[in-house]
């Protein structure tokens, strides 16, 4: 018997939600429930053909069977909203666990392991200033300056920290952080815009560097020190200050779109970033968030912003092994989740 | 004398399928052989149906030596597919016809013969499965998009001269050997 098949199996039939008799089902035929259950008790293998028709329903790649389980996602921490459910989140955990499975083979592939390391391990979080503080500090240490981040997934992946986009998530999925064998992990829903997948990578690296997480009645305080962290790596207070000339007692929202698109970060979030750092009182963030709500800007501010959000590592890593002759076509477009003629044109069209 | 059996990988099926030229390849290189994993990863060439339902290409499922297949001792970028081709191409002692670079050094590696499309055009036209100017034109073709075909240009280059210079020559009309 293959050491990891039986595992692989059952992994991918979960991660789709699938009961053995439905996944019998959704390939074609070919291949009866019990046989199925057999194959995941490590019993028997199955023929070619049948593992050609359960790739196909598990949308898989054949390589996805026999990949030895190494990567384990522990400590996960959502920013989800709790109509998320159990099944859901597992089969989020389950396309993430993919991905980093596929990263860590093309980073063996490649011999191209990023070390990670928490600059700011030895600081207690307890408050908004220490938030602050923390931030402050992991700019410097990034050599980041005061200047607007231009791309915070790729800042991440640079940095040790992997940055997977799900594809095909739920609204009511923004984020969540792990740890996967000392390597942070941050997973980000794919389908929101700039501005929020910005906010909510760092709001979930805030997790992540600050080991915040808590019991039950820790845990609001923690995400509201973990927007503070997060608003602050996206604009730090000096440079709001500057950029909203001190106190306020009156500001318009043609100001606030202006340092959105600058900065990369939400009016609401600008919003809440003005009021931490005590540059408008209590009475005009309350008419601002009123304002917010009424003109419904609260679902959609209708204002992208320039920065482009993308994890790149990876293909990186594609592009280089393939060019360095280390990993094949047809692995790479197994790795990329793509078919081979798609890579051909692809490569095609970087080179 | 029994002729030596070729193993298309999915590569250079995909290609072939490109340039329109598989029927012509088939003609040549045969008996032509393929995995039904190589043959499921190129799929989407759909003149490949046609050559298999001719019985030009035969299909050798692996079947139950998927196993000996995962556990072959090769390079790790490799995927099932490329190691199924090497498999076939070693169980049946044959030529393996494939277009990437690391299955053919790898394949090198453990003994055996290995060719590529160009290789294979140029036999095409040596045995007259295609003319020569049908050949020319493939070549500028592949030549203007190289990085698709992952060759470099001069390869191409040095094939033209060879099919060139062979077009002066009489030609035998023998299938490729």
Known sequence: MHPYFAERLKALRMRHGLSL??????????????????YEKGEMMPSSSVLLALAKALN?????FFREPTVHLQEVNYRRRASLGVKRRKQIEGEILERLERYAELELITNKHLPFENPIRHMHVGDGDAAELAAEQLRQSWGLGSDPIQNVLELLEEHGCKVIEVQNAPDNFDGLSAWSDGQPVVGINAAFPNDRKRFTALHELAHLLLGLD??????KENERLCNRFAGAMLIPAKALEREFIGERKHF?????????QHWGISVQALIYRAKDVGLIDDQLFQRANQHIRRNDLHRNE?????HQERTQRFDQLLYYGLSEGLISYSKAAHLRGVSLTQLQEDVGKIL | MTKKPFVYDANILIDGEKLGILSELMNCAKPANVTDLCLDEAASAEQLQEEVQAGKLNVVEVGDKLLAITEMDVARGLSTEDRSALWLAEQLQGTLLTND??????AEKRGNQVHGLLWLIEQCCLNNSLTTEHALELLDEMEDRSEEFRITKELVRQVRARIEAQDSRPQTGEDVK
């Not at chain 1, 808590?214 to 845990?219: F, I, K, L, N, S």
């Not at chain 1, 209708?302 to 320039?306: A, D, F, Q, V």
């Open chain 1, 302 to 306: 209708g204002l992208e912003i320039p």
């Open chain 1, 21 to 38: 008799e439905q996944l019998a089902e959704a390939a074609g035929g070919v291949v009866s429930k019990q046989a199925i259950s057999r």
């Open chain 2, 101 to 106: 670079g690391v299955l053919r050094r790898e």
């Open chain 1, 252 to 260: 318009s929202m043609q100001e606030l779109r202006l340092l959105k």
């Open chain 1, 60 to 64: 898989a790649s054949l390589d996805d």
């Open chain 1, 214 to 219: 808590g019991e039950h009645e820790e845990r």
